[in-house]
């Protein structure tokens, strides 16, 4: 509504007279205001704020007269009445000396701006007044109040006698009225009888005329409050009184005409506005506007009475200052905006108290733009004094700025969801940036000015809600500049307006109007001054597609008009669609194609509005369809504050059998003085039924009786959009009723179109409140849009050994910040409450698709058991029962309980799980929903609630399905959870889950940086290598490396179900699973598999593990080409083995048996790693594209590469490392081809590579040669062998490894024949295998064998050497290798989770 900017500014004063000022008072029509002194009298000019013309009262004068008291204006801003302490009137005539200015802009040379157009000199320059004392009146009493009439003056004095003096016949134009002979009552009608209520012995403190009313609103010296009027407008009839028993202690009286309210301070600190009830004449209370001790409790009983009560000259704000200090802004009907009696208006940066500011006289500027305010602090605190050079210096007066929302003076922007403010010489938007805000989707709204024929009668132009959420959706404001040239001759801004699509403005000054346009910037004026100069806008200006509607006055014509612009043409008549009006238009507003205007002889126009292609300047003409006549009705034109033409109505099932008929102009929605009026369409005679001769001329239906809706209405949203999903929101009506909160006319609709109840209402009247001031509504987002004044304290830039206080010390810096807020879980309470809730359920399941749904059901259900769980009074029927059955309607019902109960007070969960279920059974239902993030929550729950056993049952649960699910990151809380239980570390409950779940990418992100024994310490390997890992690792104590502690227990415990859980993976032959749950829990895996390599970590059936690993890492079988007999693969230059051929005949040294077996894979796994991940160092021949391919280092599966590469095009060749060319056969190519489809992913191969060095350090050999066998490296295979044969393994282990190879040989020869090129080169391995095998098996071969350097962790000395043999690669590589890392990183996470999704992998070639 009405927000502070800034800070505020002082006046300068060229004043000799060191007096105090102690009255200020705008004239009028706000140009000049008077500064009244004890003795001198100035007129100032308001912008620029610069003194024109002082008066010095003689010093005999003054001791005749006394100190000035108090003064007014005459209407026309020509004379001045002062009156002073002595009982004198002073009237002073101010006369303009013609063609005489005392201050003039000054242009640099070469400006554009001309001096020579219409109306230069009035409105650039500050005029020369002259000002003089024209007749003094002395009224022989003390003056109490002084109150301008239309053409009187009534006076107020203390011996209880009413004055009214005429302003022209001020000798024999005067009338006493002694107020004894005023009869007062509690209503007209007994005050008109004669009823005395005894008021003889008063007088009048304060009063204030009301035109609407026509009487005045008075505060008596005893403190009693009343209201006085007569028959005739001037006050020359009998005078009828009456007054309010409730209020005796009254201070002051503020009338506001535009609603008629009166508003009298009171000695308490409140002020009680008052209304009139027209059919009794009765004073009847409307609401109160005082602090509360929720927002100030250290202030709100201190305020002292109330000084000064000021309307602001729109009506719609009213500011209130006390006597001990300070000032507060409030909405017509009482919603608080600002208040400077807390934050950082009255403490500093440091935390000292600021005196609060006193004001002693205060009066608003031009449309509330301004407030002028007179400092009492400063007359007290600051003694001025002038330097030599004679410069003006500071005084009292202060000049606080303002912006304003549009729906202020712009009603009919009520139907938009942009939010606009309006400033003196800016305009703040919310709608971001033009140019950013164009999408593909919207390029037809955005491509300007199709013809609206060819719209859907359901699209009104605008946004659609996704996009227009997403252009509100940041806090930042998009201030437009008002142009300078328009703003020098036409200030004020008094209206403006946006259109739909957010891209275009408007404004209208003192004359004509310019509009803005977002996506080229850049300001239209007119380009004919005179033409400009001679339209006036009075009702106000719309958008109606790219064309702006306006009513207006042409000067030059005298004839009140209606015009339409074009906003792509250039700004002059010649391009606009003048339609003349009977009437001055006050009020104006679009609904789709017709306009509605409301004229100062209370009648209603409806206009249709059409858009006619003219060549290049499409104009859009208007034609007359329906006039309304509200005479009747409105007792007077100024009281209409908005009017609306909206498709609502009180039938409801008409908008589900006919929807386009529900989109037509159905009511007229008339605000009256806070009192909504609607006017729906009669249907209920014949006329419905009658048809038209002309087809072309629609005959309207007439219009019923007007009908109240609500009272106290300051705003009024609607919508002609029409959503099938969401109609209940797009239907409704929305109100804002100041302090009394919002309303919300709701639809109520049958469930799947049954017939509705014969007793169910139409439509259902919901309030509510909400903490913002509501500037817009988002109808399908379910969102208001408002505004708050913020501040920001800059006192700590000034020392304290400044001369004086700067304001910048004394004010904060007033900014306008954008909010917002949900409304939903208010309506869907509103309806429970009323039983309605198969309502609510339609209500919630149209908007169970915004992102915030939940929120709105926690909102809801917290706020319900807040207010339940601590009332102090039994609730006879609690709603929190009904909330909860409401929520467990929607698959978010167990996340929005313990949310709520997380957020909630512990003393308050009884309560709560009273009515929505045991904790423990909604825990249940999660494990049995596999929702494992919301059941970690429920154990906080049952940490607080039940025995630590209990909680450790459940968590323990949690923690196997965890696994299961291979959920890491909840593991590694649970983990910590469980150890808090056992070790009674429960002063901090655990944290709960983040529901957050880390990406897997399906391969061991923490394997990749390190090929050394997980038996080390995670600690050590982060220090020595800088390890990163790239998944989320618990911080702080449970970061560290858990270790398997033998005298706690409840370790034991976890390491038990971490064993199962790691048993149960190998029983299954889930590697890949086995190996992310032990680089995510940091499982030592290399020790265990150790203990189990005789029991868990034995294969039992090698056939069926090797294709489990081959559909688990998803690696395609091998497969022979026809061709293969004759392949030169065979021959002695290529040999079957890796993607890049690694030498498989090359034996193995025997390793000494002094040393660890362990040692001998240090060198062939560093080779094993740089060949198969990054490409030999040092070979005869690599793969390499001769195009560029993007993805060269990662191979998805065989038909990946088939479907990319081209054999016949020659895309791959053989080059040597001095990249000369080889020439290849075809049969070559194809061969090539052929290895490629055989190998698997690269992430895949990095897997199996180091799982195939963990089996290697665990011992579990037969393990290693499936593995081998997958990756097809025969090095492994003859490595594996050389162990054997040098090592004391177990015969049971030969045995076992013996049988799985016979077993793989017989399935390759019968169903994979592509792994038998692998079998006949390591088959002299497997010959020599069953001699050893045959040698051991012995009777004592069964006994247990447990060499040192199998069944012990290796050295500290062998595991170092290992890593720096692992790790001494040069620079270059590594910087290779970290890119393919990062290249792999990028890979989807579903290449390796699913392999029955990545296609399956046959034996043969299709």
Same mark, same amino acid.
């Given at each position: 509504?009405?927000?502070?900017?800034?800070?505020?500014?002082?006046?300068?004063?060229?004043?000799?007279?060191?007096?105090?000022?102690?009255?200020?008072?705008?004239?009028?029509?706000?140009?000049?205001?008077?500064?009244?002194?004890?003795?001198?009298?100035?007129?100032?000019?308001?912008?620029?704020?610069?003194?024109?013309?002082?008066?010095?009262?003689?010093?005999?004068?003054?001791?005749?007269?006394?100190?000035?008291?108090?003064?007014?204006?005459?209407?026309?801003?020509?004379?001045?009445?002062?009156?002073?302490?002595?009982?004198?009137?002073?009237?002073?005539?101010?006369?303009?000396?013609?063609?005489?200015?005392?201050?003039?802009?000054?242009?640099?040379?070469?400006?554009?701006?001309?001096?020579?157009?219409?109306?230069?000199?009035?409105?650039?320059?500050?005029?020369?007044?002259?000002?003089?004392?024209?007749?003094?009146?002395?009224?022989?009493?003390?003056?109490?109040?002084?109150?301008?009439?239309?053409?009187?003056?009534?006076?107020?004095?203390?011996?209880?006698?009413?004055?009214?003096?005429?302003?022209?016949?001020?000798?024999?134009?005067?009338?006493?009225?002694?107020?004894?002979?005023?009869?007062?009552?509690?209503?007209?009608?007994?005050?008109?009888?004669?009823?005395?209520?005894?008021?003889?012995?008063?007088?009048?403190?304060?009063?204030?005329?009301?035109? @609407? $009313?026509? !009487?005045?609103? *008075?505060?008596?010296? /005893? %403190?009693?409050?009343?209201?006085?009027?007569? #028959?005739? &407008?001037?006050?020359?009839?009998?005078?009828?009184?009456?007054?309010?028993?409730?209020?005796?202690?009254?201070?002051?009286?503020?009338?506001?005409?535009?609603?008629?309210?009166?508003?009298?301070?009171?000695?308490?600190?409140?002020?009680?506005?008052?209304?009139?009830?027209?059919?009794?004449?009765?004073?009847?209370?409307?609401?109160?506007?005082?602090?509360?001790?929720?927002?100030?409790?250290?202030?709100?009983?201190?305020?002292?009475?109330?000084?000064?009560?000021?309307?602001?000259?729109?009506?719609?704000?009213?500011?209130?200052?006390?006597?001990?200090?300070?000032?507060?802004?409030?909405?017509?009907?009482?919603?608080?905006?600002?208040? @400077? $009696?807390? !934050?950082?208006? *009255?403490?500093?940066? /440091? %935390?000292?108290?600021?005196?609060?500011?006193? #004001?002693? &006289?205060?009066?608003?500027?031009?449309?509330?733009?301004?407030?002028?305010?007179?400092?009492?602090?400063?007359?007290?605190?600051?003694?001025?004094?002038?330097?030599?050079?004679?410069?003006?210096?500071?005084?009292?007066?202060?000049?606080?700025?303002?912006?304003?929302?549009?729906?202020?003076?712009?009603?009919?922007?009520?139907?938009?969801?942009?939010?606009?403010?309006?400033?003196?010489?800016?305009?703040?938007?919310?709608?971001?940036?033009?140019?950013?805000?164009?999408?593909?989707?919207?390029?037809?709204?955005?491509?300007?000015?199709?013809?609206?024929?060819?719209?859907?009668?359901?699209?009104?132009?605008?946004?659609?809600?996704?996009?227009?959420?997403?252009?509100?959706?940041?806090?930042?404001?998009?201030?437009?500049?008002?142009?300078?040239?328009?703003?020098? &001759?036409?200030?004020?801004?008094?209206?403006?307006?946006?259109?739909?699509?957010?891209?275009?403005?408007?404004?209208?000054?003192?004359?004509?109007?310019?509009?803005?346009?977002?996506?080229?910037?850049?300001?239209?004026?007119?380009?004919?001054?005179?033409?400009?100069?001679?339209?006036?806008?009075?009702?106000?200006?719309?958008?109606?597609?790219?064309?702006?509607?306006?009513?207006?006055?042409?000067?030059?014509?005298?004839?009140?008009?209606?015009?339409?612009?074009?906003?792509?043409?250039?700004?002059?008549?010649?391009?606009?669609?003048?339609?003349?009006?009977?009437?001055?238009?006050?009020?104006?507003?679009?609904?789709?194609?017709?306009?509605?205007?409301?004229?100062?002889?209370?009648?209603?126009?409806?206009?249709?509005?059409?858009?006619?292609?003219?060549?290049?300047?499409?104009?859009?003409?208007?034609?007359?369809?329906?006039?309304?006549?509200?005479?009747?009705?409105?007792?007077?034109?100024?009281?209409?504050?908005?009017?609306?033409?909206?498709?609502?109505?009180?039938?409801?099932?008409?908008?589900?059998?006919?929807?386009?008929?529900?989109?037509?102009?159905?009511?007229?929605?008339?605000?009256?003085?806070?009192?909504?009026?609607?006017?729906?369409?009669?249907?209920?005679?014949?006329?419905?039924?009658?048809?038209?001769?002309?087809?072309?001329?629609?005959?309207?239906?007439?219009?019923?009786?007007?009908?109240?809706?609500?009272?106290?209405?300051?705003?009024?949203?609607?919508?002609?959009?029409?959503?099938?999903?969401?109609?209940?929101?797009?239907?409704?009506?929305?109100?804002?009723?100041?302090?009394?909160?919002?309303?919300?006319?709701?639809?109520?609709?049958?469930?799947?179109?049954?017939?509705?109840?014969?007793?169910?209402?139409?439509?259902?009247?919901?309030?509510?409140?909400?903490?913002?001031?509501?500037?817009?509504?988002?109808?399908?987002?379910?969102?208001?849009?408002?505004?708050?004044?913020?501040?920001?304290?800059?006192?700590?830039?000034?020392?304290?050994?400044?001369?004086?206080?700067?304001?910048?010390?004394?004010?904060?810096?007033?900014?306008?910040?954008?909010?917002?807020?949900?409304?939903?879980?208010?309506?869907?309470?509103?309806?429970?409450?009323?039983?309605?809730?198969?309502?609510?359920?339609?209500?919630?399941?149209?908007?169970?698709?915004?992102?915030?749904?939940?929120?709105?059901?926690?909102?809801?259900?917290?706020?319900?058991?807040?207010?339940?769980?601590?009332?102090?009074?039994?609730?006879?029927?609690?709603?929190?029962?009904?909330?909860?059955?409401?929520?467990?309607?929607?698959?978010?019902?167990?996340?929005?309980?313990?949310?709520?109960?997380?957020?909630?007070?512990?003393?308050?969960?009884?309560?709560?799980?009273?009515?929505?279920?045991?904790?423990?059974?909604?825990?249940?239902?999660?494990?049995?929903?596999?929702?494992?993030?919301?059941?970690?929550?429920?154990?906080?729950?049952?940490?607080?609630?039940?025995?630590?056993?209990?909680?450790?049952?459940?968590?323990?649960?949690?923690?196997?399905?965890?696994?299961?699910?291979?959920?890491?990151?909840?593991?590694?809380?649970?983990?910590?959870?469980?150890?808090?239980?056992?070790?009674?570390?429960?002063?901090?409950?655990?944290?709960?889950?983040?529901?957050?779940?880390?990406?897997?990418?399906?391969?061991?992100?923490?394997?990749?940086?390190?090929?050394?024994?997980?038996?080390?310490?995670?600690?050590?390997?982060?220090?020595?290598?800088?390890?990163?890992?790239?998944?989320?690792?618990?911080?702080?104590?449970?970061?560290?490396?858990?270790?398997?502690?033998?005298?706690?227990?409840?370790?034991?415990?976890?390491?038990?179900?971490?064993?199962?859980?790691?048993?149960?993976?190998?029983?299954?032959?889930?590697?890949?699973?086995?190996?992310?749950?032990?680089?995510?829990?940091?499982?030592?895996?290399?020790?265990?598999?150790?203990?189990?390599?005789?029991?868990?970590?034995?294969?039992?059936?090698?056939?069926?593990?090797?294709?489990?690993?081959?559909?688990?890492?998803?690696?395609?079988?091998?497969?022979?080409?026809?061709?293969?007999?004759?392949?030169?693969?065979?021959?002695?230059?290529?040999?079957?083995?890796?993607?890049?051929?690694?030498?498989?005949?090359?034996?193995?040294?025997?390793?000494?048996?002094?040393?660890?077996?362990?040692?001998?894979?240090?060198?062939?796994?560093?080779?094993?790693?740089?060949?198969?991940?990054?490409?030999?160092?040092?070979?005869?021949?690599?793969?390499?594209?001769?195009?560029?391919?993007?993805?060269?280092?990662?191979?998805?599966?065989?038909?990946?590469?088939?479907?990319?590469?081209?054999?016949?095009?020659?895309?791959?060749?053989?080059?040597?490392?001095?990249?000369?060319?080889?020439?290849?056969?075809?049969?070559?190519?194809?061969?090539?081809?052929?290895?490629?489809?055989?190998?698997?992913?690269?992430?895949?191969?990095?897997?199996?590579?180091?799982?195939?060095?963990?089996?290697?350090?665990?011992?579990?050999?037969?393990?290693?040669?499936?593995?081998?066998?997958?990756?097809?490296?025969?090095?492994?295979?003859?490595?594996?062998?050389?162990?054997?044969?040098?090592?004391?393994?177990?015969?049971?282990?030969?045995?076992?490894?013996?049988?799985?190879?016979?077993?793989?040989?017989?399935?390759?020869?019968?169903?994979?024949?592509?792994?038998?090129?692998?079998?006949?080169?390591?088959?002299?391995?497997?010959?020599?295998?069953?001699?050893?095998?045959?040698?051991?098996?012995?009777?004592?071969?069964?006994?247990?064998?447990?060499?040192?350097?199998?069944?012990?962790?290796?050295?500290?000395?062998?595991?170092?050497?290992?890593?720096?043999?692992?790790?001494?690669?040069?620079?270059?590589?590594?910087?290779?290798?970290?890119?393919?890392?990062?290249?792999?990183?990028?890979?989807?996470?579903?290449?390796?989770?699913?392999?029955?999704?990545?296609?399956?992998?046959?034996?043969?070639?299709?």
């Amino acid at each position: 509504m009405y927000f502070l900017s800034g800070w505020p500014k002082r006046l300068l004063c060229p004043l000799e007279s060191m007096e105090q000022p102690l009255h200020i008072q705008a004239d009028p029509q706000k140009t000049f205001f008077t500064v009244l002194f004890p003795s001198q009298l100035s007129i100032w000019y308001s912008r620029p704020s610069v003194l024109i013309v002082s008066y010095k009262e003689p010093s005999k004068s003054t001791s005749q007269f006394g100190p000035y008291k108090g003064a007014e204006w005459r209407p026309n801003s020509t004379m001045i009445a002062v009156s002073t302490v002595n009982g004198y009137i002073l009237f002073f005539d101010l006369l303009s000396a013609r063609e005489k200015y005392i201050y003039e802009p000054v242009y640099p040379k070469g400006s554009s701006h001309v001096k020579g157009t219409l109306h230069y000199k009035e409105e650039q320059c500050v005029p020369s007044l002259n000002l003089h004392m024209k007749k003094v009146l002395d009224l022989q009493a003390s003056i109490s109040s002084l109150q301008c009439m239309v053409e009187d003056l009534l006076v107020a004095t203390a011996d209880g006698f009413l004055h009214l003096i005429h302003w022209d016949g001020m000798t024999n134009g005067r009338k006493v009225i002694n107020l004894c002979t005023v009869p007062f009552s509690v209503d007209l009608q007994s005050s008109r009888a004669g009823s005395f209520l005894g008021f003889e012995d008063v007088h009048i403190r304060d009063m204030e005329y009301c035109a @609407t $009313l026509n !009487g005045f609103a *008075v505060v008596f010296n /005893d %403190g009693r409050i009343g209201f006085i009027t007569s #028959i005739s &407008s001037r006050f020359t009839a009998e005078l009828y009184g009456v007054c309010s028993q409730d209020v005796v202690d009254g201070t002051c009286v503020a009338v506001n005409n535009k609603y008629r309210l009166m508003a009298f301070g009171c000695a308490n600190g409140s002020v009680q506005v008052y209304t009139m009830d027209i059919t009794t004449g009765v004073m009847q209370f409307s609401h109160k506007l005082e602090l509360t001790p929720k927002q100030y409790p250290d202030i709100w009983n201190k305020t002292g009475p109330v000084k000064l009560i000021k309307w602001s000259p729109d009506g719609c704000a009213v500011m209130v200052t006390w006597e001990f200090g300070g000032m507060s802004l409030w909405s017509v009907f009482g919603a608080q905006l600002i208040c @400077t $009696l807390g !934050g950082d208006f *009255v403490y500093r940066s /440091d %935390g000292t108290k600021k005196d609060p500011l006193k #004001i002693t &006289s205060m009066s608003w500027g031009s449309e509330g733009y301004h407030l002028w305010v007179i400092d009492g602090n400063f007359s007290q605190n600051t003694k001025c004094k002038r330097d030599a050079k004679n410069e003006a210096h500071q005084f009292s007066i202060l000049q606080f700025q303002f912006i304003k929302s549009v729906l202020t003076v712009n009603p009919c922007m009520s139907n938009q969801e942009q939010v606009l403010l309006q400033g003196e010489d800016r305009l703040y938007l919310n709608c971001g940036d033009a140019k950013r805000v164009q999408s593909p989707r919207n390029t037809s709204l955005h491509s300007e000015h199709k013809p609206a024929r060819g719209r859907s009668p359901f699209s009104d132009g605008g946004l659609d809600s996704r996009g227009l959420s997403t252009l509100l959706g940041h806090r930042h404001w998009h201030v437009v500049q008002i142009h300078s040239t328009y703003l020098e &001759s036409n200030w004020p801004i008094r209206f403006s307006a946006i259109d739909k699509l957010g891209q275009n403005v408007a404004v209208v000054g003192k004359f004509g109007f310019a509009h803005y346009s977002l996506l080229t910037e850049k300001w239209k004026l007119f380009g004919n001054i005179v033409q400009e100069q001679n339209m006036m806008v009075t009702g106000g200006l719309a958008w109606w597609n790219d064309f702006i509607v306006l009513a207006c006055y042409n000067l030059n014509d005298h004839q009140e008009e209606l015009r339409t612009y074009l906003q792509t043409s250039n700004l002059d008549n010649t391009f606009a669609y003048i339609t003349k009006v009977q009437a001055a238009t006050l009020l104006l507003s679009v609904f789709r194609d017709i306009v509605i205007l409301f004229r100062a002889d209370c009648s209603i126009c409806l206009y249709s509005i059409e858009r006619r292609p003219d060549g290049l300047n499409p104009t859009a003409s208007v034609q007359v369809l329906q006039e309304v006549s509200m005479s009747r009705y409105i007792p007077h034109p100024f009281l209409v504050v908005s009017v609306t033409l909206t498709s609502v109505r009180t039938e409801t099932s008409i908008s589900l059998k006919m929807p386009q008929q529900a989109c037509e102009a159905e009511s007229i929605m008339l605000n009256l003085a806070g009192q909504l009026i609607m006017l729906q369409r009669d249907r209920s005679g014949l006329q419905i039924r009658e048809k038209d001769n002309n087809p072309n001329q629609r005959k309207f239906l007439p219009f019923c009786a007007p009908v109240v809706l609500a009272q106290s209405v300051e705003n009024v949203w609607t919508t002609c959009r029409l959503e099938k999903q969401k109609h209940h929101l797009l239907e409704a009506l929305w109100l804002s009723c100041g302090g009394a909160g919002m309303k919300v006319w709701l639809p109520l609709f049958p469930r799947d179109h049954r017939k509705p109840h014969s007793f169910l209402s139409r439509r259902i009247m919901l309030p509510f409140h909400i903490n913002i001031y509501p500037l817009a509504v988002l109808f399908e987002d379910a969102l208001f849009l408002g505004a708050v004044n913020d501040t920001v304290l800059y006192d700590c830039l000034y020392t304290q050994t400044s001369t004086r206080e700067h304001l910048e010390v004394l004010f904060p810096f007033c900014i306008v910040e954008r909010t917002s807020q949900i409304y939903l879980h208010h309506i869907l309470r509103q309806l429970l409450v009323r039983n309605l809730g198969e309502q609510a359920l339609l209500l919630a399941h149209s908007c169970a698709t915004l992102p915030y749904f939940p929120h709105v059901l926690e909102l809801m259900l917290h706020e319900v058991l807040e207010e339940e769980a601590t009332s102090r009074e039994p609730i006879p029927d609690p709603l929190l029962p009904t909330v909860a059955k409401f929520i467990t309607e929607f698959p978010l019902f167990l996340q929005t309980v313990v949310h709520c109960a997380r957020k909630t007070e512990y003393a308050l969960w009884n309560y709560l799980f009273a009515a929505v279920g045991n904790p423990k059974d909604l825990f249940e239902e999660c494990l049995m929903a596999q929702d494992l993030d919301t059941a970690a929550s429920y154990l906080i729950i049952l940490q607080n609630m039940e025995a630590p056993t209990v909680s450790r049952q459940h968590a323990t649960l949690l923690f196997n399905t965890a696994l299961e699910r291979e959920k890491w990151d909840l593991c590694r809380h649970l983990i910590r959870f469980l150890k808090a239980i056992g070790s009674r570390e429960l002063e901090t409950p655990p944290a709960t889950p983040t529901l957050q779940e880390p990406s897997l990418s399906g391969g061991f992100e923490f394997f990749r940086h390190r090929s050394i024994s997980l038996s080390q310490s995670a600690e050590n390997l982060h220090s020595k290598f800088n390890l990163q890992k790239t998944l989320s690792m618990i911080s702080g104590p449970s970061g560290k490396r858990w270790i398997t502690d033998c005298d706690c227990a409840e370790n034991m415990y976890i390491d038990m179900m971490l064993w199962r859980h790691a048993r149960h993976l190998l029983e299954e032959i889930k590697l890949k699973d086995l190996g992310c749950f032990a680089a995510q829990l940091s499982f030592e895996l290399i020790g265990w598999l150790r203990k189990e390599r005789t029991r868990a970590a034995c294969v039992e059936d090698f056939v069926i593990a090797l294709k489990k690993l081959h559909e688990d890492f998803l690696w395609p079988f091998p497969v022979i080409p026809a061709s293969s007999i004759n392949s030169p693969f065979k021959t002695g230059m290529y040999r079957t083995g890796t993607f890049l051929n690694v030498e498989m005949d090359t034996g193995v040294p025997n390793i000494p048996r002094s040393h660890s077996w362990l040692g001998t894979i240090s060198s062939s796994q560093r080779e094993i790693d740089t060949i198969s991940f990054y490409g030999p160092p040092m070979q005869d021949a690599v793969l390499s594209p001769l195009l560029n391919k993007d993805d060269e280092c990662s191979i998805g599966s065989a038909t990946d590469l088939t479907e990319t590469s081209s054999m016949v095009d020659g895309d791959w060749t053989m080059v040597d490392e001095n990249s000369s060319s080889l020439s290849l056969t075809q049969s070559e190519l194809e061969h090539l081809s052929l290895e490629l489809a055989c190998k698997g992913p690269r992430k895949s191969q990095v897997q199996l590579q180091y799982l195939l060095h963990i089996f290697m350090e665990a011992g579990c050999l037969d393990w290693c040669i499936i593995i081998g066998f997958i990756l097809r490296e025969s090095s492994v295979i003859n490595q594996i062998f050389s162990i054997m044969q040098s090592s004391d393994i177990d015969g049971e282990i030969c045995q076992n490894i013996k049988t799985g190879l016979h077993a793989i040989d017989k399935w390759a020869s019968t169903d994979c024949p592509g792994y038998k090129p692998f079998l006949n080169i390591i088959k002299p391995q497997i010959q020599k295998l069953s001699e050893i095998t045959e040698e051991r098996v012995q009777p004592e071969a069964f006994q247990p064998v447990n060499p040192p350097n199998v069944t012990e962790q290796a050295s500290p000395g062998v595991e170092e050497s290992m890593t720096l043999s692992s790790h001494c690669t040069n620079p270059q590589s590594d910087a290779a290798n970290s890119s393919v890392i990062r290249h792999e990183e990028d890979k989807s996470t579903t290449e390796e989770k699913d392999s029955f999704q990545e296609g399956s992998y046959d034996c043969t070639v299709s």
